[in-house]
DNA sequence: GTCCCAAACTAGAGCGCTCTAGTACCGATC
DNA sequence: GATCGGTACTAGAGCGCTCTAGTTTGGGAC
């Protein structure tokens, strides 16, 4: 920075306040500081410069590595971070790297702010981490306290899957389980309320999971049922335990939606590839990840006097998911019909 | 600081040899400064002290976010860079967010080196980068000079996944060629070498790339060749193309391995799951990441004097592949072994 | 010409650490 | 009792920025 200064014959404050971008240098000066800049190939010290200001600006970020909606949420989460200002730090979760241990670098690291995609750790834990800084935890809902939520409607994403089926006349519709996971018993909610609307529905329970691994096991279950008892339609936790159940369904010599109808969630890139053409609840990751940044946004530049932690709790933000129909579910057949 | 300082009676200076674990403090202190800031929930600025420090012990990675094997190399390079000492600053690449972008938040953030996975850069950027600081670049070979390469045989693979299929009697074996990807033109070497060494072989080369999207293509292509031109087996560029090109092959009623042997590249954990058992080459993901952190950890500690970009451009790390024989490969069937 | 004010610029004290060059102390040595 | 050597600890000057509180400059307005 002092040889930026020199060259360009000002004062290191003077080129702070070029990079800054902030107003008190004249167009000419800010040129010529540019130019200097561009010729040491000099670019600010993020560290230094966090230090030196009030605010660092930056917002942390848990996620997994390799997960694909993960993935989709990042994209949607660096371009509304830099538009409201701020900079990512981001901390990936691995199976030898605790969610807990990705947070503490974070805190380090001094973020303003730390949003969670898909934490697993325990309610009592994020309460005391927001009362510490603001916390907003993305796709999966915190039951109260000053925890920022960010997610989908998961419940009315299932009874979306549960009427498009129940449209189609299925009567026998099953629900492919999350288990634990986040969102899994909101959505599982979601499911018994639509499908106790009318009586002339039967509930079936498959246990499924977050991959294709726990879909195709359910698929050997759903398989061994005789046919009378057999469902017609199958509504999944999510898109890649809908593909693992229907990869082992058509193995098997059944046709989807032939035999069985098929919905999954999340309308992950793959479920719209032609050849997978899966019906889909979609999850809106750019729109969560634009909710996400402005409900800490909000907080941190706080509009009004009140930031901090005497404010009232934040309102969780939920989105309404958006039923995508392509060719993984058709109407129930004479046969399923029946059953 | 200061605060904890003050608490346990000592020197801010003391503090901080506790904290970073050097010598020069009595067990006893050592225990009182810990307990001071465990009560005042202290935690050391990385910011700062990266700064205070001359080295700031980071590694700096660009990553694609959301892509499954890059997923894997990073839990192998965060158990490696905490081994050597080091941190890892990630910086993730999105469809809206380059590669050159990624790298310029790592350089503002002074890591001491630089970590890319699958890198899309052309050779002449990487070059300019890699006369800044110690670079490597993971997955994709560069042609010379003084980035640092850590990658699979990738023409090793391919010549596996040629073998594997001609022991088996296959004479009509494709390429489901991945494009200009990282490691891709190595990759189709790897086939034509093989290929040519036995003049009962036949090439084809399908047009296939990274996702199940253009494998399912490929097989579109496929299944549009008359039987005798139709190849009886297919050595995929990566394991997602080949899930593809299955699924497509499958739904046309034809069956794998019965009817077309697949062979895939990676071992993605999907390719181990029971209803799809692929056969195909393994890219160890651990050792991968293993050599990144001991390349870069090498230069930057200079175990000799001559640390710095004088030295001799560091050798290139080959790593050898392994085929994983699973379910998608059967013995050529009378039919196929005629063509 | 004088006064005033905004715009353009600078000096220098932090930010929270690290790290060198010290001081204080204690037991062993002769 | 003076000297040594080593361990435990401290003072204080940076690291590369930011940012407040200035100082200087260049036009108008009268």
Redesign the interface.
Known sequence: MEHVAARAGVSRALVSIVFRGVAGASEATRERVLAAAREL?Y??????S??GSSR?RTLGVTF?????????L??SL??HADAAGY?LV???V????SEAAAV??L????CEGIILLGSSQDTARLERLAA?LPVVSVLRPVARGEVGVVRTDDAAGLRLSVEHLHGLGHRRIALLDGGRTAGAAERRRGYRTAMRRSPTLTEVVLTGGV???EG?EA?RTFLGLGPRERPTAVAAFNDRCAI?FV??V??AGLHVPGDVSVVGFDDI??AG????ALTTVRQDAERLGAETVRTLADRLDGGSSDRGSGTTPPAPVVIEPELVVRASTAPATRHGARS
């Open positions: 190939d670019r600010p010290d993020t560290r230094a966090r230090l660092t997994s590595v390799g997960h694909a909606f993960h993935g989709d990042l994209e660096y371009t900079e981001l901390s990936g691995t199976p030898s790297r503490e670098t805190l380090a690291e001094r510490r991959t294709e691994l195709a698929a693992g990869d082992v058509r193995q890139t793959e590839y032609p050849h997978v």
